[in-house]
């Protein structure tokens, strides 16, 4: 793609002033020659519309009532110009030269989506060491997966990780605004995309991490409990679900939306979260998952993360005596059971000795392909 042609940086905003200087300057910063700026504020409360103000014509600015992340989306593009569109999150940073790298791979006329990881930082912009997505991402002709799997097919980057082809969005947008619907701030409009785009071309993955995704506990996200993130999530796999069924069909692609709910991430969860709930109840359990769960006390429940420290998840351990030694600590501090999520299913390969000293010294009273569950109660 010549560098001649439009690249548009669209920065969605509600309320995110004290970050948002910083997401415009990492916009306004691209070495990509030809980037417009265009920053959406869904009717922010604090001095965001005074930031915005302060930039002048170094961008455009959208100024609209609150209707949700979906319709920033769907104003911002409105506004756009750029054949290459970039959504940025306010709370997030794109480091200068990915635009730049992404144009580089749209010469390809079948190329729709571009993507990259993100480093995940604090509220102060301190590394945590961790990225989003934690694990490679796909690249290439999705397609036959996504028909597979569907809405879940894949862990996808985050809406700053991506750019797009003003030709595809064309075919998906406008998108629908459904946050008042199911109550929430956000509808995740940055899976609705990606959820889409294999049906329509090619994906590219830039291999090393292009910007900063922050984590501060003040989004929409962070401020749910567990259950009723989970409740909202299940209602939007259902909503996607039966929108990716309908581009499928309309394509002549025959698909088995009741096979994807089955193998769903979130499905899976619920199922395992009933499971959970029937037999421990509100006794106190030792979670380890890989802190995918994000699991929280709401519910009745007492969950304790696995490595943990002053409450919080730690990581793995170092060794199957850390296993160990870690385990018998919480045990002796109250904790009934121990559960094995899918999702850390490898440390019973990885820590078999630690695996061998719970089998041999407690009842395992469940195992199935969600959950591996042991009785700290009584030793064998």
Same mark, same amino acid.
């Given at each position: 793609?010549?560098?001649d042609?439009?690249?548009?940086?669209?920065?969605?905003?509600?309320?995110?002033?004290?970050?948002?200087?910083?997401?415009?300057?990492s916009?306004?910063?691209?070495?990509?020659?030809?980037?417009?700026?265009?920053?959406? &504020?869904?009717?922010?409360?604090?001095?965001?519309?005074?930031?915005?103000?302060?930039?002048?014509?170094?961008?455009?600015?959208?100024?609209?009532?609150?209707?949700?992340?979906?319709?920033?989306?769907?104003?911002?593009?409105?506004?756009?110009?750029?054949e290459?569109?970039?959504f940025?999150?306010?709370?997030?940073?794109?480091?200068?030269?990915v635009?730049?790298?992404? %144009?580089?791979?749209?010469?390809?006329?079948?190329?729709?989506?571009?993507?990259?990881?993100?480093?995940?930082?604090?509220a102060?912009?301190?590394?945590?060491?961790?990225?989003?997505? $934690?694990?490679?991402? $796909? @690249?290439?002709?999705?397609?036959? =997966?996504?028909?597979?799997?569907? $809405?879940?097919?894949?862990? +996808?980057? $985050?809406?700053?990780?991506?750019?797009?082809?003003?030709?595809?969005? @064309?075919?998906?947008?406008p998108?629908?605004?459904?946050?008042?619907?199911?109550?929430?701030?956000?509808?995740?409009?940055?899976?609705? =995309?990606?959820?889409?785009?294999?049906?329509?071309?090619?994906?590219?993955r830039?291999?090393?991490?292009?910007?900063?995704?922050?984590?501060?506990?003040?989004?929409?996200?962070?401020?749910?409990?567990?259950?009723?993130?989970?409740?909202?999530?299940?209602?939007?796999?259902?909503h996607?679900?039966?929108i990716?069924?309908k581009?499928?069909?309309?394509?002549?692609?025959?698909v088995?939306p009741?096979?994807?709910?089955?193998?769903?991430?979130?499905?899976?969860?619920?199922?395992?979260?009933?499971?959970?709930?029937?037999?421990?109840?509100?006794?106190?359990?030792?979670?380890?998952?890989?802190?995918?769960?994000?699991?929280? &006390?709401?519910?009745?429940?007492?969950?304790?993360?696995? =490595?943990?420290?002053?409450?919080?998840?730690?990581?793995?351990?170092s060794?199957?005596?850390? %296993?160990?030694?870690?385990?018998?600590? =919480?045990?002796?501090?109250?904790?009934?059971?121990?559960?094995?999520?899918?999702?850390?299913? +490898?440390?019973?390969?990885?820590?078999?000795?630690?695996?061998?000293?719970?089998?041999?010294?407690?009842?395992?009273?469940?195992?199935?392909?969600?959950?591996?569950?042991?009785?700290?109660?009584?030793?064998?």
């Open positions: 793609m010549s560098k042609l439009q690249a548009s940086i669209i920065i969605n905003n509600y309320n995110y002033g004290r970050f948002l200087a910083e997401a415009i300057d916009a306004l910063s691209q070495t990509y020659p030809n980037t417009e700026v265009i920053v959406v &504020d869904d009717g922010s409360t604090d001095n965001s519309r005074e930031i915005i103000a302060s930039y002048g014509d170094k961008i455009i600015a959208v100024l609209k009532e609150n209707a949700g992340q979906t319709s920033t989306f769907n104003a911002g593009f409105r506004a756009a110009r750029g290459i569109i970039c940025l999150d306010s709370d997030d940073v794109l480091l200068p030269a635009l730049e790298q992404a %144009a580089s791979f749209f010469t390809n006329t079948n190329l729709i989506k571009v993507h990259w990881s993100l480093w995940i930082v604090d102060h912009s301190r590394k945590t060491g961790a990225l989003k997505p $934690p694990h490679t991402i $796909p @690249e290439g002709d999705l397609l036959d =997966l996504v028909i597979r799997d569907g $809405p879940d097919s894949a862990v +996808w980057s $985050p809406t700053s990780g991506n750019a797009w082809s003003r030709q595809f969005l @064309e075919k998906v947008f998108l629908p605004e459904v946050e008042k619907e199911f109550g929430v701030g956000s509808a995740s409009a940055d899976a609705y =995309l990606s959820m889409l785009a294999p049906l329509f071309g090619h994906i590219k830039i291999e090393e991490p292009q910007g900063f995704y922050r984590l501060h506990g003040q989004n929409d996200h962070s401020a749910m409990s567990f259950d009723k993130k989970l409740k909202r999530d299940l209602q939007l796999f259902d996607r679900s039966a990716l069924s581009y499928c069909q309309e394509m002549g692609v025959n088995e009741d096979k994807w709910k089955e193998n769903s991430w979130f499905y899976r969860l619920h199922l395992a979260t009933e499971e959970i709930a029937k037999l421990i109840g509100q006794k106190t359990f030792i979670l380890v998952d890989d802190d995918a769960w994000m699991m929280d &006390d709401s519910d009745n429940r007492s969950v304790i993360p696995f =490595l943990e420290r002053n409450g919080q998840y730690w990581g793995a351990p060794d199957n005596e850390t %296993a160990i030694r870690e385990l018998e600590r =919480l045990r002796q501090s109250g904790a009934n059971f121990l559960v094995f999520a899918w999702t850390a299913f +490898w440390w019973l390969d990885f820590y078999s000795e630690f695996h061998y000293y719970l089998r041999t010294k407690f009842s395992c009273v469940l195992e199935n392909e969600r959950l591996v569950i042991f009785d700290l109660r009584a030793e064998l």
